[in-house]
Nanobody, 115 residues
Framework: VQLQASGGGLVQSGGSLRLSCAASGSTVVIKTFGWYRQAPGNQRELVAT???????LYADAVKGRFAISRDNAKNTVYLEMNSLKPDDTAVYYC??????????WGQGTQVTVSS
C-alpha cells in the first residue's frame, strides 16, 4: 500500500489548508486513517484519527480547528485545517492501519504558517 499526501504549503496565521492522502496499490481495507505531524526538534505527534465507520479522535491542540474525514470508496483521508497558527508548522504525515493491523506511512507534506 502506498500513501500519497498532498495539499501542504505556506499560509498566513488564521488561514486554512486542506490535506489529502490517498491509499493505493492494494485492495487492502483501511481500518483507521490518521494524521500525524513533526515539527523540527520535536517528536512526531498525533493530530487526528478516523475509523472506517467515522469515529474521530483529535489532539487537544487542534480540537475545534481541524476536521478529519474520509472517503472509503476512494481510500482517501482528508484533514481540513482552519484558524492555523504558527505552532501548527510541521511536516504532516498520513498513516493507515489495515484490518490486518499493518501500519503504513505516507511521505509527509510540509505545512508552514507564517505569523
Amino acid at each position: 500500500v502506498q500513501l500519497q499526501a498532498s495539499g501542504g504549503g505556506l499560509v498566513q496565521s488564521g488561514g486554512s489548508l486542506r490535506l489529502s492522502c490517498a491509499a493505493s496499490g492494494s485492495t487492502v481495507v483501511i481500518k483507521t486513517f490518521g494524521w500525524y505531524r513533526q515539527a523540527p526538534g520535536n517528536q512526531r505527534e498525533l493530530v487526528a484519527t478516523i475509523s472506517r465507520y467515522g469515529t474521530t479522535l483529535y489532539a487537544d491542540a487542534v480540537k475545534g480547528r481541524f476536521a478529519i474525514s474520509r472517503d472509503n470508496a476512494k481510500n482517501t483521508v482528508y484533514l481540513e485545517m482552519n484558524s492555523l497558527k504558527p505552532d501548527d508548522t510541521a511536516v504532516y504525515y498520513c498513516n493507515a492501519e489495515s484490518t490486518w493491523s499493518i501500519v503504513y506511512w505516507g511521505q509527509g507534506t510540509q505545512v508552514t504558517v507564517s505569523s
